[in-house]
Nanobody, 124 residues
Framework: QVQLVESGGGLVQTGGSLRLSCAAS????????MGWFRQAPGKERDFVAV????????VYADSVKGRFTISRDNAKNTVLLQMNTLKPEDTAVYYC?????????????????WGQGTQVTVSS
């Protein structure tokens, strides 16, 4: 079982940047695809970004493409989400997730392990 802990959330103004970090423990995630999802109040959990186990393949939601960058450091068992040019509509709890396959997926149900989430609030 993989345990995931997110950090790096906070309050930022429109146009600002944040970097989220996801630290994995319990087992190495070098063979796992890793993803980020977010959930705003009263809404469903939405896909944000995913990276393959090797890091060579990434997929982004259209709403964040060109602004967010997902990366991973398998030696440190961490995944990062660099978020630039933030907008109020990016406000949500952001969750890190691990999928026990190398290939990426945009479907939340394909991920077996989830972190507790970190709050990101973008003020207008």
């Amino acid at each position: 079982q993989v345990q995931l802990v997110e950090s790096g959330g906070g309050l930022v103004q429109t146009g600002g940047s944040l970097r989220l970090s996801c630290a994995a423990s319990g087992r190495t995630t070098s063979s796992y695809a890793m993803g980020w999802f977010r959930q705003a109040p009263g809404k469903e959990r939405d896909f944000v970004a995913v990276i393959s186990s090797s890091g060579r393949s990434t997929v982004y939601a259209d709403s964040v493409k060109g602004r967010f960058t997902i990366s991973r450091d398998n030696a440190k068992n961490t995944v990062l989400l660099q978020m630039n040019t933030l907008k109020p509509e990016d406000t949500a709890v952001y969750y890190c997730a691990a999928r026990p396959f190398a290939s990426p997926s945009v479907v939340a149900g394909d991920f077996g392990s989830w972190g507790q989430g970190t709050q990101v609030t973008v003020s207008s």
